[in-house]
């Protein structure tokens, strides 16, 4: 079996509240593992142990740790795509973007296993998909303001824009949560400067 044939879809459907709320414990309790651990350091048997469950109750909900990391990575896809849609029709767009990163950015330092998860995210097959998804989804949200703002935008341009923008920040904010808080501060202002910059050349075109 290649990496690429890792089947991470859940074995079980959570209907009822107690299977709902069994299959949210193993992934709080796995998030703590691998934000302690790292993925790579965790093994499905401390993930059942964690869970207070047997190993065979585990693989009853998941098939293997990649179908847990990949069922964290996409809550944690779809908690940003939320707060995409929620900031972005009620602010301008530089506030929009400048508040979204400071969101995001405290995201990615606090939700547990958030680094663990993404930052090797090439490496990980099961989650190159769901990273493409929440890009290109990302992407047409932004795209849709700047036809809103800024109708005069070749769609080429507006849409490679609204590719870059997400794509470019959404890597530097990545690194800035593996360092030091003091270092990811001011790696997350250049990122506003940069950005700031990028849609101020886009508005001047416009016009």
């Given at each position: 079996?290649?990496?690429?044939?890792?089947d991470?879809?859940?074995r079980?459907?959570?209907?009822?509240?107690?299977?709902?709320?069994?299959?949210?414990?193993?992934?709080?309790?796995?998030?703590a593992?691998?934000?302690?651990?790292?993925?790579?350091?965790t093994s499905m048997?401390?993930?059942?142990?964690?869970?207070?469950?047997?190993?065979a109750?585990?693989?009853?909900?998941?098939?293997?740790?990649?179908?847990?990391?990949?069922?964290?990575?996409e809550?944690h896809?779809?908690?940003?795509?939320?707060a995409?849609r929620?900031?972005?029709?009620?602010?301008?767009?530089?506030?929009a973007?400048e508040?979204?990163?400071e969101?995001?950015?405290?995201?990615y330092?606090?939700?547990?296993?958030?680094?663990?998860?993404?930052?090797?995210?090439?490496?990980?097959?099961?989650?190159?998909?769901?990273?493409?998804?929440?890009?290109?989804?990302?992407?047409?949200?932004?795209?849709?303001?700047?036809?809103?703002?800024?109708?005069d935008?070749?769609?080429?341009?507006?849409?490679?824009?609204?590719?870059?923008?997400?794509?470019?920040?959404?890597?530097?904010?990545?690194?800035?949560?593996?360092?030091?808080?003091?270092?990811?501060?001011?790696?997350?202002?250049?990122?506003?400067?940069?950005?700031?910059?990028?849609?101020?050349?886009?508005?001047?075109?416009?016009?």
């Amino acid at each position: 079996m290649t990496d690429e044939s890792i089947d991470v879809t859940p074995r079980r459907k959570p209907v009822q509240a107690r299977s709902r709320e069994r299959v949210d414990a193993i992934l709080r309790h796995a998030a703590a593992i691998f934000h302690e651990n790292g993925v790579d350091g965790t093994s499905m048997s401390a993930i059942a142990r964690q869970s207070d469950m047997s190993l065979a109750s585990l693989y009853r909900y998941f098939p293997n740790k990649a179908a847990i990391v990949h069922a964290i990575a996409e809550g944690h896809v779809e908690k940003m795509e939320r707060a995409l849609r929620e900031k972005l029709p009620q602010l301008g767009l530089d506030e929009a973007i400048e508040v979204l990163i400071e969101q995001f950015y405290t995201f990615y330092r606090t939700e547990p296993a958030y680094s663990a998860i993404w930052s090797g995210v090439e490496a990980m097959p099961e989650l190159r998909d769901l990273d493409l998804r929440e890009l290109y989804n990302n992407a047409s949200d932004l795209d849709a303001r700047l036809q809103q703002e800024y109708p005069d935008l070749p769609d080429d341009r507006r849409w490679n824009a609204s590719l870059l923008l997400p794509r470019a920040a959404g890597s530097i904010l990545r690194l800035a949560a593996t360092l030091p808080d003091q270092q990811g501060r001011q790696l997350v202002g250049e990122l506003k400067v940069m950005t700031q910059a990028y849609v101020a050349e886009l508005i001047r075109q416009e016009r």
